[in-house]
């Protein structure tokens, strides 16, 4: 989302600036500024920062929302939180993100899209608040961080998944089985975590099949078209729906330098299964009308 307005803002600043306005002479300046100080994806989180804004009352309010944490966690393990449906993006993150540092003390790092470390000031807000790179080699990385920044968090979806679920619940999985190999040489637990709502949270207007999907493959960035609350294109307040955030208890994992291809589809169809019975368990949560859709 701050990405999409990112770079929508971005030439409009400029534009601004070279015709002498002061206001977004000082932006572009704290961007020279922002490039300038080195920054490190997965090194970085601000704890002042992440206390500041944090957002859980406010989320909890707004969307009537639910949050169950079905396993516990200790210090001396690292967890992958695997995440699902991807929706406009990871909007509950922060929410699950607190209540497991309240508990456990354990801080989530989350993965995002590389190109947001290219975007001025959002890219340095970003890392204030835990963010990563998604690939395989600083994925684990940040799985072999110590307590307390022993979780990171992973939407296996990506890029592709925020064109799906615009009418129903549908994820991207059965190919994604990276979650397991890197478990798997890592030795991290595996979490499965659905959001149910994150779909309705924003009303986005292409499918699988659109030529924005199939682009945005190509560039490997988003362009995904949204609404907000009362129809408002473009918008970042979110639609008032009910959300439920469910983790399911950890999956040990044993930790192979080097699994084979039978052990990362044995780990994945392992991990399916249990991402599927806590969909199935916690469903009810949503209402009649919504597990009939």
């Not at 998944?161 to 059965?174: H, P, S």
């Not at 979650?179 to 499918?207: D, H, M």
């Amino acid at each position: 989302l701050g990405a999409n307005f990112t770079v929508a803002i971005i030439p409009v600043v400029a534009y601004f600036a070279y015709q002498g306005a002061l206001l977004p002479r000082l932006l572009l300046l704290l961007s020279v500024f922002d490039y300038a100080i080195p920054l490190i994806p997965g090194k970085g989180f601000f704890r002042r920062w992440a206390e500041l804004t944090e957002m859980n009352a406010g989320i909890e309010s707004y969307f009537q929302s639910e949050l169950v944490i079905e396993g516990e966690l200790r210090n001396d393990k690292n967890y992958l939180v695997v995440s699902h449906p991807h929706g406009l993006f990871g909007i509950a993150t922060g929410y699950y993100g607190f209540e497991l540092y309240r508990r456990f003390g354990s801080i989530t790092l989350f993965t995002a899209a590389d190109v947001i470390l290219m975007l001025p000031l959002l890219r340095r807000i970003m890392v204030w608040w835990g963010m990563t790179k998604v690939g395989a080699t600083p994925l684990k990385r940040s799985l072999r961080q110590p307590f307390p920044f022993n979780v990171v968090q992973l939407q296996p979806g990506g890029i592709a998944e925020m064109f799906y679920g615009t009418d129903k619940e549908q994820i991207i999985l059965a190919k994604r089985k990276g979650l397991a190999k890197v478990a798997l040489q890592t030795g991290a637990c595996l979490i499965p975590n659905y959001v149910f709502g994150a779909n309705e949270i924003y009303s986005r207007w292409f499918g699988p099949a659109s030529a924005a999907a199939q682009l945005s493959s190509v560039l490997r960035t988003s362009l995904v078209g949204w609404s907000g609350r009362w129809g408002v294109p473009f918008s970042p307040i979110p639609n008032r729906v009910k959300m439920v955030v469910v983790l399911g208890a950890p999956l040990n994992v044993e930790q192979v330098e080097n699994p084979t291809p039978d052990q990362i589809d044995q780990l994945h169809r392992r991990y399916v299964e249990a991402l599927t019975a806590l969909f199935d368990r916690h469903k009810g949560r949503m209402g009649e009308e919504w597990v009939a859709r």
